[in-house]
């Protein structure tokens, strides 16, 4: 059995504002993983131009920013083994017209950029970002 793993996610603006943030959770705990932090919380324009940083170039970065400031999100710290590997795979296809049945992104995307979840893509990632989130006391206490 592989050890367990933390990654970094978010229920994006869209799956909040529409009510879906509750089904979203309940499929991540069916799914095999722990919720071991969670805030609810509002980008600030600053906030989300660092997240989404590595896509500053790319032409949908501005689009992208003011949607993830549109309104509140859900930032969380999830567990299980092979936590960052399983959780891309339960969210589907950034698109969600190529997201597999039963995926997050299949259920409750709206398109491309609506896409209701982000999850961090490496180990690295999801410690960068889980730091980006959560302080240092909150992650000693995950
Ligand atoms: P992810 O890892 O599946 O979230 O996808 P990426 O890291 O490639 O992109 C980050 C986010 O940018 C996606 O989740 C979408 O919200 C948005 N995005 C990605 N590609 C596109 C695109 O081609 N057009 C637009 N408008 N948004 C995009």
Not at 62 to 86: C, H, N, Y
Not at 118 to 140: C, K, R
Request: proline letters at 4%.
């Amino acid at each position: 059995m592989s050890e367990l793993q933390k990654t970094f996610s978010i229920i994006k603006p869209d799956a909040v504002s529409t009510g879906k943030a509750g089904k979203i959770i309940s499929l991540l705990e069916d799914s095999g993983f722990r919720i071991v932090g969670l805030r609810m919380t509002k980008l600030s324009q600053s906030q989300a131009e660092g997240f989404y940083a590595v896509h500053s170039e790319r032409p949908f970065y501005r689009s992208l920013v003011t949607f993830m400031t549109e309104g509140p999100v859900i930032v969380m710290a999830l567990e299980r083994e092979d936590a960052v590997k399983k959780l891309r795979e339960v969210m589907g296809a950034t698109n969600p017209a190529n997201a597999a049945e039963g995926t997050v992104r299949k259920l409750y995307a709206e398109s491309i950029e609506r896409n209701a979840i982000h999850g961090s893509d490496a180990p690295e990632t999801a410690a960068d970002e889980l730091q980006y989130f959560f302080t240092a006391i909150e992650l000693n206490q995950l």
